[in-house]
Antibody, heavy 120, light 107 residues
Framework: QVQLQESGPGLVKPSETLSLTCAVS?????????WGWIRQLPGKGLEWIGS???????YSNPSVKSRVTLSVDTSKNQFSLKLTSVTAADTAVYYC?????????????WGQGNLVTVSS | DIQMTQSPSSLSASVGDRVTITCQAS??????LNWYQQKPGKAPRLLIY???NLETGVPSRFSGTGSGTDFTFTISSLQPEDIATYYC??????????FGQGTKVEI
């Protein structure tokens, strides 16, 4: 069964770049599906950030599009998120997820989440 | 962006009760609607996709209906392990894909 695991620093300084990686096991990224990032602000709801296909095609949320870079490393079977110029408003639990099928907007399964705090 | 409005924001029910949550989209999204369950400290789990299709392994007491702008999620007989927050999410043709604000279900 496919499993996803986020990794990255738990603390990022304001104005710096948040970098997270999602390692995938039990499925080869190059076999297909979209791979996405969703975040959950403290005590609040969920916000889709962006999704990437194994060939590098991406969709991004306009709310963060100018600051987001998504990438895929098929050799390591992982994909990554970079978010530049972070502020306290970017403090959240960041989840990675696979699309359930060829439909990019269905998310299953999810990683366990990585709390990222933006603070000096 | 398409706004998703869930109601109620929280509810309290007894074991065995029928629980219903509604989700309204700000524009027609056909049946491009998912429901997720999130338990405390855990990642969301997809329960229903395409408004009414039960994800593999999900108990049959969970169901979803609706199309267009109005959708309903039902737990036919609430169980203690169903205590969680439930989110709807639309995946219309173009992003961004957006979530409702969540409904916290308590016993």
């Amino acid at each position: 069964q496919v499993q996803l695991q986020e990794s990255g620093p738990g603390l990022v300084k304001p104005s710096e770049t948040l970098s997270l990686t999602c390692a995938v096991s039990g499925y080869s990224i190059s076999s297909g599906y979209y791979w996405g990032w969703i975040r959950q602000l403290p005590g609040k709801g969920l916000e889709w950030i962006g999704s990437i296909y194994h060939n590098g095609h991406t969709y991004s949320n306009p709310s963060v599009k100018s600051r987001v870079t998504l990438s895929v490393d098929t050799s390591k079977n992982q994909f990554s998120l970079k978010l530049t110029s972070v502020t306290a408003a970017d403090t959240a639990v960041y989840y990675c997820a696979r699309s359930r099928s060829s439909t990019v907007g269905q998310f299953a399964p999810w990683g366990q989440g990585n709390l990222v705090t933006v603070s000096s | 962006d398409i706004q998703m409005t869930q109601s109620p924001s929280s509810l309290s029910a007894s074991v065995g009760d029928r629980v219903t949550i509604t989700c309204q989209a700000s524009q027609d999204i056909s049946n491009y609607l998912n429901w997720y369950q999130q338990k405390p400290g855990k990642a969301p789990r997809l329960l229903i996709y395409g408004a009414s299709n039960l994800e593999t392994g999900v108990p049959s007491r969970f169901s979803g209906t609706g199309s267009g702008t109005d959708f309903t999620f039902t737990i036919s007989s609430l169980q203690p392990e169903d205590i969680a927050t439930y989110y709807c999410q639309q995946y219309d043709l173009l992003p961004p894909w957006t979530f409702g604000q969540g409904t916290k279900v308590e016993i």
